[in-house]
């Protein structure tokens, strides 16, 4: 595919702008805006001889109409027709596919509708040609659903800056950065959350485990102590004979004996 972002093609017209003067730049600039392959002109709208005859009544228009082709769209050109030269076929083809690039940057899905406005196009047919052959300049890269009736546009060739583009886009890539900023800020403070709750787990931990060893070795030394025979003084032997039972015992005894002694004296 080819790729219209390098000024190859356009180089043989920055030669001729060396030697070309005054009216004569007005030619050299249809021819540009004319020949195939060509997408990208600011270097030819910057030439010093090309800008010398920009105010010359005969080169006005077609300065205009080269810097509508720079950033401008086939509507733009519409809405001026007047005030600059006529197309040529070649011409309103290629403006009509520039267009397209500057359509694609604020949505990458373009209705055949839309296009078929913005372009002036009557036919699906005339639209679908227009845009195979933008595909095939390298103008973009894209897919045609026709079912759907839409172009997706995957990537695009860069156009020349519109007047106070620039300036927006470096306040979107400021907004960017600072919205970059921000998460990078809150992730460190996420990390930092992070970090906090695990040290805190891990103390945590310690404290849980250390409680429960605490509790395990209470638990060991009640099972111990409940299992072991009481300790105390052994029991004397004699004990058994001075315990008040035992005197009881033995006197009742010895009245048995008494009452049994007399009954037989008495036989």
């Known amino acids: ?25 007005a030619k050299l600039i249809s021819d540009c805006l004319n020949a195939p392959g060509i997408y990208v002109f600011s270097e030819l709208f910057e030439a010093p001889n090309v800008v010398d ?42 403006l009509k596919q520039l267009s397209i690039v500057t359509l ?20 699906i047919r005339d639209l679908e040609d227009l845009i195979i052959d933008a595909i095939y300049q390298g103008v973009l890269t894209g897919k045609l659903d026709q079912r759907k009736q839409q172009l997706q546009v995957d990537e695009t060739m860069g156009r020349d800056l519109r007047p106070g ?10 907004t960017w950065n600072r919205q970059v900023a921000d998460l990078g800020q809150a992730l460190e403070e996420k990390i930092q959350h992070i970090g906090q709750q ?21 638990a060991q030394k009640q099972l111990a102590s409940a299992s072991s025979p ?3 003084p ?20 010895a009245k048995k004996r ?4 007399k009954t037989r004296t008495k036989a």
């Open 165 to 174: 583009q620039l300036d927006g886009m470096l306040e979107q890539l400021a």
């Open 104 to 123: 694609s940057e604020k949505n990458r899905t373009l209705s055949y509708a839309e296009l078929q406005q913005q372009l002036y196009l009557d036919t």
């Open 53 to 94: 005859a920009a105010a010359l009544p005969e080169v006005k228009p077609y300065y205009t109409l080269l810097r509508l082709f720079l950033f401008g769209t086939f509507s733009d050109y519409v809405a001026n027709a007047n005030d600059l030269p006529s197309l040529t076929p070649a011409q309103a083809i290629k």
């Open 230 to 232: 009481r300790k105390g």
């Open 1 to 25: 595919m080819k790729n219209p972002h390098t000024h190859a093609p356009l180089e043989p017209f920055l030669i001729l702008s060396k030697s070309v003067k005054g009216n004569a730049n």
């Open 198 to 218: 695990i040290t805190q787990n891990e103390h945590d931990k310690v404290t849980y485990d250390g409680a429960i060893e605490k509790i395990r070795k209470e």
């Open 234 to 253: 052994a029991p004397r032997g004699d004990d058994f004979y001075d315990s008040h039972d035992y005197f009881e015992r033995m006197g009742g005894r």
């Open 258 to 261: 008494q009452l049994i002694g």
